[in-house]
């Protein structure tokens, strides 16, 4: 526009240039003409074409508006309605119109305050400008997250949504090591994703190595005592993100969103599959895939990522072609020292004739025979109960491994499962029931009126169950009646209703009158004897 000013102010200026730049802003001929004539009255004009001028009186949005809009999550019709009860209330002036706010709205706050005040933080940071971080070199930086795939998978019979843990390299885009767990991850399943992504011998190369950093998204599963020590072992820097951060570690996040589109949505038991009819529920004739051919579906498509997909920063090259061509060292680990660098760590045992006491249970091995009395080391893989991994604790030899002296067998686990299966539908139906309360429909403002009616003997017999629950009625009451008070005692209704008249209660006076009462149970004063009458006399 300043251009177009100058050629104006030399007499230069051609129609063909005015229409040209109303071909490039968007607008039509007669609005550049409009901009020109107003950048001559007003330089400021000309830094925002369009633009109406600020005057004293113009309406802009103040912190009252902010709250409202807010309050209505971007509603500008309601916050009108807002502000116009409170200027009748007399709480301040008497707003613009609709149209006018609408117009301060759109020029006071950006596209991410407008969102986020509709959307909350999530909208806002869809309006954000990122940086983009140098790519570096491979095994420079890894990223790694959890996903629950929107597909559902027969385990064992029940359909479950399974979980995938994977680490990825950020300068190369390849997918080092994937864990797939059908059920919520834990520190286990981050621990054989880092020895699938370490490891370089087949079938897990030729991606791999130790990294130089890893960053995770503050998860307990990456940040648990076991995974830190395997990262301090391997002496892998651990990058903890803020939470709610996922630009951060943006390499991850978009294999999370690329692997959807590109194999979840074309496989049965797809749970967001668009569904006929008006209840989009999931056919009932549909064949749901085994875990195993899930999980082998799924590390086929992480070969074909690595191998053959061209992920646009790589420009037109895969992941393989990459990491080949990156002619920086790769730090390798050995297998089995990888193997006891990822697992847990539980103590010094003494190796009996029983085998190593563990968590309450008995392990043997045939390498334990002859070695009983020594000192060793337990080391174990979360959540596997049925193996432990044992070390001289002197020495740090491998000794080998020890399993459950008295494992159950597949038929005893069976029938456990099922009758937890069965404990747990029964407590949900018994929950279930107890929360089915109905309630009458109000039509005016009242207390709320539980429904369901009784009639006078359902409510009998329902009371004459529940007496014998009571530890009132359980307390034979007929069988010690309490005492009365003394006369100038308040005694309440109820109680003087189980009391004997007859029989009162001395007023305790001091420790004579103590003692006799507690002597005599009955309430009466006890006859002295013939020496104590000739005291007395």
Same mark, same amino acid.
């Given at each position: ?23 490039v802003l968007g607008v039509r001929e007669r609005a550049v ?17 369009? %633009? ?20 209505? @999550?971007?509603? $500008? ?34 596209? =991410? ?14 309006? /954000?400008?990122?940086? &983009?971080?140098?790519? =570096?070199?491979r095994n420079k930086v890894w990223e790694t997250d959890h ?32 864990? !797939? ?20 011998? /087949? ?10 950093? $890893? ?27 803020? &939470?709610?951060?996922?630009?951060? @570690?943006?390499? !991850? ?15 049965? +038991? ?16 549909? !064949?749901?895939?085994?875990?195993? /051919? ?18 646009? #920063?790589?420009? =037109? ?29 539980? +103590? ?6 029983? +085998? ?19 000192? $060793? ?15 001289? &604790? ?15 067998? %597949? ?12 404990? *747990?539908?029964?407590? @949900?139906?018994?929950?279930e029931a107890s929360q089915r309360e109905r309630y009458a ?20 017999? %329902? ?17 010690? #009646? #309490? ?29 004579? *009158? ?18 104590? /009458? +000739?005291?007395?006399?």
């Open positions: 526009m300043r251009r177009l000013l100058a050629l104006r102010r030399e007499g230069k200026l051609t129609t063909e240039q005015v229409r040209s730049a109303a071909g003409w409009r901009w020109l004539a107003a950048a001559e009255r007003d330089e400021a004009a000309a830094r925002a074409p369009g %633009e109406r001028t600020a005057y004293p009186g113009r309406f802009t949005v103040t912190d009252e508006v902010r709250a409202l809009l807010g309050l209505w @999550k971007g509603n $500008v019709a309601a916050v009108h309605r807002e502000l116009t009860a409170r200027a009748a209330r007399g709480e301040g002036g008497s707003p613009p119109s609709i149209p006018t706010l609408h117009r301060a709205i759109r020029r006071d706050l950006t596209p =991410g305050e407008r969102a986020g005040l509709v959307g909350g933080e999530r909208a806002a940071r869809k309006h /954000d400008v990122f940086l &983009a971080r140098p790519r =570096g070199w996903m629950q795939v929107p597909v559902l998978v027969d385990v064992d019979g029940t359909a479950r949504r399974p979980w995938i843990t994977w680490f990825t390299d950020c300068a190369t885009h390849a997918i080092t090591g994937v864990a !797939v767990t059908p059920v919520h991850p834990s520190r286990e399943s981050v621990l054989a994703a880092l020895r699938s992504a370490v490891l370089r011998e /087949d079938p897990y190369g030729p991606f791999g190595g130790v990294p130089e950093k $890893v960053r995770v998204d503050r998860g307990k599963d990456f940040l648990s005592r076991t995974v830190t020590a395997a990262f301090d072992l391997l002496d892998v820097t651990v990058e903890d993100l803020p &939470a709610y951060t996922p630009h951060l @570690k943006g390499t !991850v996040e978009g294999l999370n969103r690329a692997v959807e589109p590109m194999l979840l949505a074309a496989l049965p +038991g797809y749970a967001r599959q668009p569904r006929p009819g008006k209840r989009s529920s999931r056919p009932k004739d549909e !064949v749901l895939l085994s875990f195993e /051919d899930f999980t082998a579906r799924l590390l086929d498509w992480t070969r074909w990522w690595n191998t053959e997909h061209r992920p646009t #920063p790589l420009r =037109g090259r895969t992941p393989l072609e990459v990491w080949q061509d990156d002619p920086t060292p790769l730090r390798d680990v050995p297998a089995a020292d990888l193997w006891t660098f990822t697992l847990e760590d539980a +103590g010094t045992r003494t190796l009996t004739t029983r +085998g190593v006491r563990f968590r309450r249970r008995d392990y043997v091995g045939a390498w334990m025979t002859g070695q009983a009395g020594i000192r $060793v080391r337990v080391r174990f893989m979360p959540h596997h109960d049925h193996r432990i991994e044992v070390y001289h &604790a002197a020495t740090g030899r491998y000794l080998g491994p020890a399993g459950l002296a008295d494992q159950a067998t %597949e038929e005893q686990v069976s029938a456990v499962r099922r009758a937890r299966a069965a404990r *747990s539908r029964r407590l @949900k139906k018994d929950l429909a109000a039509t005016q403002a009242e207390p709320p009126r539980q429904l369901g009616a009784l009639t006078g003997a359902q409510a009998d017999a %329902e009371l004459a169950q529940s007496a014998d629950a009571g530890l009132s009625q359980l307390a034979l009451p007929d069988v010690v #009646p #309490p005492a009365a008070p003394p006369a100038d005692w308040r005694t309440p209704a109820s109680l003087a209703a189980l009391i004997t008249p007859a029989r009162s209660a001395p007023r305790p006076s001091g420790r004579d *009158s103590t003692a006799t009462a507690l002597d005599n149970p009955d309430g009466q004063a006890a006859r002295p004897t013939s020496e104590e /009458d +000739g005291d007395a006399s």
